[in-house]
């Protein structure tokens, strides 16, 4: 069945800005802390807190059973991890995945984490994710489809050897973390939802350093590239407006948290 998406007024973008903008700070908390030795259940514990303390409720816990704050994904992981007892080590990648549900609308942000020192391809891996991400965001206008958007992002990828996830995929959200239209990393140009103004999505492509294929591990929940190669995993929350797309998270905190994190690489210099 086809359901259509749900165009949000003005000022429900703004509320869903609101919730955006924490899911932002409880990212940059995680950078704050993050350094080898740290338990990815204490990452999770610290972005929560965060959270709460600007009243509002980590959307991802209970999500169809999922018990923690945070998807914390580490290296071939490419999303869903549970925070647990690993400890992070030097050179790992670390993609943190955050949903927020303040006064009823969701924020949805993601960002990989470079811990130092990261080899050269693997940094190659999250420059290019991270582009393809804020370039289809560049390229994102009304008008335009989700199939443009995904056809953008699978050529800016697979152009630099790289490959797409396919059984994971962006979406609209809203009231809820997950509403239509699902907005594929990959696609036809001219396929799918057409973008209009008030619709609020959520861009997120995941990108192996191997190949595209991904499985589940026993826990139900976390995907693994099939290769065991590295993965990478950027998301905004972004709104159609009139002539083009405006994010609604940002990481403008994270970015500097992680430049005060000696940990920590930036994805540039
Ligand atoms: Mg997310
Ligand atoms: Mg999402």
Redesign the pocket.
Known sequence: MFLAPILKTPEQVDAIGRSARIVGLALARVAEALKPGITTAKLDAFAEEVIRDYGAIPAFKGYNGFPATLCISVNEAVVHGIPGSYEVREGDLVSVDCGVLLDGWHG?SAYTFLVRDVEKPKIELCRTTFESLEKSITFAAPGKTVGDLGHFIQKYVEMRGFSVVRELV??GLGRQLHEPPEVPNYGKPGRGAVLKEGLVI?I?PMVNMGQRFVRTLSDNWTVVTADGLPSAHY?HTVAVTQSGVEKLSDFSAVESAISSNPYLMPLYG
């Open positions: 949805d962006g979406h959520a997120e998301e």
